[in-house]
């Protein structure tokens, strides 16, 4: 830290410290003009001002929230007066606590009950309340953005244009009731690559294929985009801790096995 008569400014090393966020990340942040410092020194080195520290503040808040780096900018850029806009991010943060409550609360039921129904020599199946399974749970956060796959992304438009919202809906509370499957295969101690495991992903390939082709290696990629891509891996780490890389190698698994 350095104070410049009655300015107090810090290096970027410095900041990288305090914040947690490496020196690499920040010039990314500078090069897209998402956070430029507030100078460059003789030296080239990037000094920051507390105003520099305020919007890194509400830039990690935003990600953690899982806004992308474009929308972060477009946020920034429209937003007048930063208390206000701090207030914002605050109610917005415990929404998302009180969401990650609620959905704490659905897996810790779902637990109980599948141990009861175990015990009682009822199967996995035996949920008293189908629709507890979902309570917390915003499916519009787990929908699959192919937007990296944009052939298969671009006729999944196509067909979402021509669907009712209850049909939309429907969708997205299937693909979270897979992922909950999943999840329960897992604690189960089921191998990614065994039979109960590969037809439930036999299901998610059967349904992508109805929008497009896929071949072997488009499903491995999109097995590998579960944990590669920060939105998916966090809708699936939302059920269950570990449940994307599970995902990522049940479909390898299916890929070598079943598809050749």
């Not at 520099?52 to 937003?79: K, N, S």
Request: charge should be negative.
């Amino acid at each position: 830290m350095r104070e410049r008569g009655a300015v107090v400014d810090w290096p970027i090393a410095e900041v990288a410290r305090m914040s947690g966020v490496t020196a690499r990340t920040l010039r990314h942040y500078d090069e897209i003009g998402l956070l430029p410092p507030a100078r460059i020194g003789a030296n080239g080195h990037r000094r920051y001002e507390e105003r520099q520290l305020l919007l890194l503040q509400q830039i990690l808040v935003l990600r953690e929230l899982g806004v992308g780096l474009p929308e972060i900018g477009r946020i920034l850029a429209d937003q007048v007066d930063e208390v206000e806009a701090l207030r914002g991010h605050h109610l917005r943060l415990i929404a998302e606590r009180d969401r990650l409550d609620a959905l704490a609360g659905t897996v810790f039921r779902t637990i109980a009950e599948l141990e009861q129904s175990r015990k009682d020599g009822r199967g996995m199946t035996a949920i008293n309340r189908p629709e507890n399974l979902f309570e917390g749970v915003q499916p519009s956060q787990y929908e699959e953005n192919l937007s990296v796959f944009p052939r298969l992304a671009a006729e999944g438009a196509r067909r979402a244009a021509t669907m009712s919202p209850a049909e939309v809906e429907a969708g997205q509370r299937e693909r979270t009731a897979l992922m909950i499957r999943l999840a329960e295969l897992m604690a189960a101690g089921a191998d990614a690559g065994a039979d109960a495991v590969l037809d439930e992903i036999d299901g998610q390939y059967r349904a992508l294929t109805e929008l497009s082709p896929v071949s072997a290696d488009e499903f491995r990629a999109i097995g590998r985009a579960c944990v590669d891509n920060e939105q998916w891996r966090g809708a699936y780490e939302a059920i269950a801790p570990d449940l994307a890389a599970y995902q990522r190698d049940a479909i390898e698994a299916y890929a070598t096995s079943r598809l050749g």
